[in-house]
């Protein structure tokens, strides 16, 4: 079945600092790549989507593209800051198959001093 | 910022209880899931709805769990007699269509003593 591989559980940097977390998926058909952020008491938030080879998705400063080449969607920021430290989810969701359901990737807390 | 409103944020229950939770999607999505996120922050897809129809849910929904989503009325998701390991965070999503993408509710935390 599809599955999401994010390499690092636990991130910690300081403000200013530059943000990478992996992703790497497997899929049978062409899936459609998320990246969710989620906060303590609350639910996931969509950061942005990307459905197609070399589509950039990109929002508050993040950004991540889609590489069919190398099955990856790795999630950059140049500079965080305090307030986005917060669980980051890869996701994907394969639309032509016949469960539109999310796969999940186990998650990278992120945590940023100041 | 999504707009899934999710009813109660808590509920607590004995084993063999039953456990009731409700979910508004967002206005005009017709597409709804529900998720259970347990204590190591994994998801499980419990059930999708499109327009009050049942699309699919996995064997462990078909027998202690049930779930509707009534027209002009909140979706549900019941737990029929709980057990320990139900104990984890119900979320419900919301989509505009088809494989496009989901907005989740804060989610219903359940604890079965």
């Known amino acids: 079945g599809d599955s999401v591989t994010q390499t690092e559980g636990q991130v910690a940097l300081s403000e200013e600092d530059f943000l990478t977390i992996h992703c790497n998926y497997s899929?049978?058909?062409?899936?459609?790549l998320f990246w969710y952020v989620q906060y303590p008491g609350e639910g996931p938030q969509l950061l942005f989507r990307?459905?197609?080879?070399?589509e950039k998705g990109s929002s508050r400063g993040f950004e991540a593209t889609y590489d069919k080449g190398t099955t990856s969607f790795h999630l950059r920021k140049a500079s965080v800051q305090e307030s986005d430290s917060a669980v980051y989810y890869c996701?994907?969701?394969?639309?032509?198959?016949?469960?539109?359901?999310?796969?999940f990737g186990k998650g990278t807390k992120l945590s940023v001093k100041s | 910022n999504s707009k899934v409103i999710q009813t109660p944020r808590y509920l607590v229950k004995g084993q063999g209880q039953k456990a009731k939770m409700r979910c508004i999607p967002e206005?005009?999505?017709?597409?709804v899931f529900w998720y259970q996120q347990n204590k190591n922050n994994e998801f499980k897809f419990l059930i999708n709805?499109?327009?009050?129809?049942?699309?699919?849910q996995i064997d462990m929904t078909e027998k202690r769990f049930s779930a509707e989503c009534p027209s002009n009325s909140p979706c549900s998701l019941e737990i029929q007699s709980s057990e320990a390991g139900d104990s984890a965070l119900y979320l419900c999503?919301?989509?505009?269509?088809?494989?496009?993408?989901?907005?989740f509710g804060p989610g219903t935390r359940l604890t079965v003593l």
């Open positions: 709805f499109q327009n009050q129809e049942v699309l699919q």
């Open positions: 899929a049978s058909g062409y899936p459609t």
């Open positions: 996701a994907l969701s394969d639309p032509g198959g016949s469960n539109a359901k999310l796969t």
């Open positions: 990307a459905s197609r080879d070399k």
């Open positions: 999503a919301s989509s505009l269509s088809w494989g496009r993408e989901q907005y």
């Open positions: 206005k005009g999505h017709p597409v």
